[in-house]
């Protein structure tokens, strides 16, 4: 923990002109006494701290002291900081705060500016990410109930292993206890959450080919043909942009996108159906079936209006 503490106060300094005592004990939580410490131990390894007198005092490294950075360049170092500046707005957390320090002092060229990362995202809470997060680090069970994508509701209680964030959505990757299995959770659906204070004692070791499809999973995608109208083009490229287009003479446009399962997917058809009239499905015409029989539910729904 010393030396942890002593590495972020020396990077502290190399990104500030000068620091109080003061400042930096409640900064790292600690007495001011142990801050001097901290510091003639810094001063022990070679690293040319200054003290400064008056109101505006307090230490400082020696002007035209640099670190080496050969072992990283400096774009490199720009979009690093690029990402944790994101990652620390949604997490709060100090630790990236720290790494951040590191990299400006490392080069203090600062962020990318021809990239901006938001992985904010309107279905999740910064605060409840943080949460998760934390019991993911302190291998802490979670309970909560959960709607999966069938309208089901289960209740689970999970090992967490780690977030991960797709497709505008957080998700949680952990070992279910009900399943017996790994499963992934998008935490939009999560209810009720309790972060326990049980502690699980396994060590969860999953490689990524696990959160891939499997080559029977590969065999059951279908591909989907939509035709877009031109006043509707903004909003299918919004949710289609990567997927194969063609831009028809009249300004429509007609896609062609890889579905699991497209019958099934209650996510496509929430999709299309937001479209209204400005889209409409060449195939399969199974889909086409299904389509209509939502928009008779939906005119039903409002024949007493």
Request: with cysteine; charged share 25%; net charge neutral.
């Amino acid at each position: 923990m010393k030396l942890e503490r002593l590495l972020a106060i020396i990077f502290k300094l190399l990104n500030n002109e000068i620091l109080s005592a003061s400042r930096l004990a409640d900064e790292f939580q600690v007495t001011t006494r142990t801050i001097y410490r901290d510091i003639d131990a810094i001063c022990a390894a070679g690293i040319p701290v200054v003290s400064h007198q008056g109101t505006n005092g307090g230490f400082g490294i020696i002007e035209g002291y640099k670190m080496d950075k050969s072992f990283m360049g400096s774009n490199d170092i720009s979009i690093l900081l690029t990402v944790l500046s994101s990652l620390s707005r949604i997490f709060e957390d100090k630790n990236m705060q720290h790494t951040m320090d590191k990299l400006s002092a490392v080069d203090p060229t600062g962020y990318d500016k021809s990239l901006l990362i938001d992985l904010a995202s309107h279905r999740t809470e910064p605060r409840l990410l943080t949460e998760l997060r934390m019991a993911i680090l302190d291998k802490k069970v979670i309970r909560f109930d959960y709607v999966s994508s069938k309208n089901e509701f289960t209740a689970r209680e999970i090992e967490p292993i780690h977030l991960r964030y797709r497709f505008r959505n957080w998700y949680i990757y952990s070992f279910c206890r009900e399943r017996k299995d790994y499963r992934e959770f998008r935490i939009s659906r999560m209810m009720n959450i309790t972060i326990t204070q049980d502690t699980y004692l396994q060590n969860h070791k999953i490689n990524d080919d696990e959160l891939s499809h499997s080559k029977s999973d590969m065999e059951r995608f279908e591909d989907v043909v939509i035709w877009v109208h031109p006043n509707s083009l903004s909003g299918a490229l919004d949710q289609f942009r990567n997927y194969p287009k063609v831009l028809n003479r009249d300004g429509s446009m007609t896609f062609t996108i890889s579905v699991y399962e497209p019958l099934h997917a209650r996510w496509l058809k929430s999709i299309l159906l937001g479209f209204g009239s400005g889209v409409k499905i060449i195939k399969p015409v199974e889909l086409q079936a299904i389509l209509i029989e939502e928009a008779k539910k939906i005119v039903k729904l409002y024949e007493d209006v």
